[in-house]
């Protein structure tokens, strides 16, 4: 097998696009027939999703305002760099690359293309187990508004988000077919991130002064620096830059910027507005979901962690995608979303990967500490590190030597980076595995 073909997932067809063919891998998913603007919503959606609500606690706290913004700021340019890397990359070769595991093997080889995928996949999955921890969350919240009887465990409700996960990911048979929930998806996040900030700004004016120091001390300090450092780039990225590249329509570079260009500018303003009001308010005492630190009436704050579950269940549709993609294809389930088939096999198979799911969410509801050595040694790598040396492989004979300084540059410190927060989620677990147990009712 030659170095181009050493991501096939399947046969080929060719899609004639202007003077040139671009050869397109079969796929059972749709492709090519999204606008950049619904794209951008899908972008945007996963940036805005109810993990918004920690990132005052989980990105602020540990960094303080100086290095809180700084951080934010040098993340967003850096995660909109990386990402329009690997867009430009999309039709390299005269291939159309859907996948991001495609687009590796195609420049390297069999070995990185199997990598990719593992590194991809462990990923995603720490990312929908993560919202199913977050939406179980989001409704342990509103049953204590209303009764804090301590009747109903993190767990139980954590199964409940399992359900509802499941369900949607049968009603939806891809990514594109996400269409009018996007716009639900939408008003569902203005609606905690208006809720969350009046409710924060509210706070804010009647409170005392606010302590903005960082906590912790010496070497404690400095890991949970790292750590938070690592948590700006899980905040953007999402490591399946082809997958989503893959449903917008011709010019697919073209569009796909477009897309990138509103998520990281009009998209990123509820991020921001949450992310600052929340630390503004409650300083270093700010906790690890806003909602949970807001005073108010019980029916907005209900309303607000209703809408934060709601839309955790859309969501995580979007990163759980690549997977149904690729069971999809190698199954051939294809055609109508209500035939028999292909209804059964949406139930069982996604049903039985949702269960697993769920399961490891309740089994381990402070898995934010491994998503921190999973974020570690996967988004870092796939974010950054390969996107740049890929864009090297790929335009090294039009880069001039400044540029590609540049390019080992970035490769270099990321691979520092990635190896310092994989050092410090490490800690994060030994330490806190003091702490939690099983099934734990955080």
């Known amino acids: 097998?030659?170095?181009?073909?050493?991501?096939?997932?399947?046969?080929?067809?060719?899609?004639?696009?202007g003077a040139m063919d671009v050869e397109v891998p079969n796929t059972a998913h749709q492709i090519s027939s999204d606008s950049w603007f619904q794209v951008a919503f899908i972008l945007t959606t996963g940036v805005n999703s109810a993990y918004v609500l920690g990132y005052a606690g989980s990105i602020m706290v540990p960094l303080g305002w100086v290095g809180g913004v700084v951080g934010?700021?040098?993340?967003t340019a850096l995660?909109?760099?990386?990402?329009?890397?690997?867009?430009k990359l999309h039709e390299y070769g005269g291939t159309r690359h859907i996948r991001y595991r495609d687009l590796a093997g195609f420049i390297y080889g069999r070995k990185a293309y199997s990598l990719t995928w593992v590194l991809q996949y462990i990923n995603l999955f720490m990312i929908n187990t993560g919202y199913i921890i977050l939406a179980g969350s989001a409704l342990k919240a509103f049953y204590v508004l209303f009764r804090d009887d301590d009747q109903m465990k993190l767990p139980y409700f954590i199964a409940i988000a399992g359900v509802a996960c499941g369900m949607f990911a049968i009603c939806i048979p891809h990514l594109s077919a996400l269409g009018v929930w996007l716009g639900v998806s939408t008003v569902l996040t203005v609606t905690y991130v208006v809720i969350t900030?009046?409710?924060?700004?509210?706070?804010?004016?009647?409170?005392p002064a606010r302590d903005y120091s960082i906590p912790g001390e010496g070497g404690s300090k400095v890991f949970t620096t790292i750590g938070a450092s690592a948590s700006l780039v899980f905040a953007f990225n999402t490591g399946m830059v082809p997958e989503i590249q893959a449903t917008i329509r011709q010019p697919v570079v073209k569009n796909m910027m477009k897309a990138l260009y509103f998520q990281f500018t009009i998209g990123l303003v509820p991020f921001f507005l949450i992310i600052f009001v929340g630390y503004w308010a409650y300083g270093s005492s700010t906790g690890a979901y806003l909602l949970n630190n807001v005073t108010g009436p019980v029916w907005v704050k209900g309303l607000g962690n209703i809408a934060a579950f709601l839309q955790a269940v859309i969501a995580l549709h979007i990163f759980a995608s690549p997977m149904y993609e690729y069971l999809d294809t190698k199954y051939g389930i294809k055609g109508s979303a209500l035939n028999i088939k292909n209804l059964s096999f949406r139930i069982l198979v996604r049903g039985g990967y949702l269960t697993f799911n769920t399961f490891v969410a309740a089994l381990l509801p402070f898995l934010g500490d491994f998503m921190s050595l999973t974020g570690a040694i996967s988004t870092f790598p796939l974010t950054f590190i390969l996107a740049n040396h890929m864009y090297l492989v790929a335009k090294k004979n039009k880069l001039t030597s400044s540029q590609k300084l540049w390019h080992w540059f970035n490769i270099g410190f990321f691979s520092i980076a990635s190896l310092a927060a994989t050092v410090a989620a490490i800690r994060l677990?030994?330490?806190?595995?003091k702490t939690y147990h099983v099934f734990a009712d955080v």
């Open 79 to 87: 995660s909109l760099y990386a990402n329009s890397l690997i867009a």
């Open 72 to 75: 934010l700021v040098l993340a």
């Open 197 to 207: 900030v009046v409710l924060s700004i509210k706070d804010g004016i009647k409170s």
């Open 1 to 17: 097998m030659g170095k181009g073909d050493a991501g096939n997932d399947s046969t080929k067809v060719y899609a004639n696009e």
């Open 429 to 433: 677990i030994i330490v806190d595995s």
